[in-house]
């Protein structure tokens, strides 16, 4: 069953940085777009950051934007978040999911396939 896979979460000091990578596994992003989101405890789950497979065409939350970068990595079919300047406000829950029709919005329901999650935690 294709699924996808988070890693790269931890602990780090207020304005550290994280960076964090979703692996498809059994199956290729291809015409996809793959979204980066984030629930703190006690919060609706949020959008943060999207790229479009084909073209890279991205978009950011006004939370992160400048401070987050979104990525491609064709060789090992991953996406990644580069998440510097990073912010006690960051801390969440930070899940990877993929709209294969490829359209990449901020909107939760529109993405099909979602991975489990990794912690991100910034002390202050």
């Known amino acids: 069953q294709a699924q996808l896979v988070e890693s790269g979460g931890g602990l780090v000091q207020a304005g550290g940085s994280l960076r964090l990578s979703c692996a498809a596994s059994?199956?290729?992003?291809?015409?996809?777009?793959v979204g980066w989101f984030r629930q703190a405890a006690g919060k609706e789950r949020e959008f943060v950051a999207t790229i479009r497979w084909q073209g890279g065409i991205k978009f950011y939350s006004d939370s992160v934007k400048g401070r987050f970068t979104i990525s491609r990595d064709f060789a090992n079919n991953t996406v990644n978040l580069q998440m510097n300047s990073l912010k006690p406000e960051d801390t969440a829950v930070y899940y990877c999911a993929a709209d294969r029709r490829g359209w990449g919005t901020r909107w939760t329901h529109e993405y099909e396939d979602w991975g489990q999650g990794t912690q991100v935690t910034v002390s202050s």
């Open positions: 059994g199956r290729t992003f291809d015409n996809d777009a």
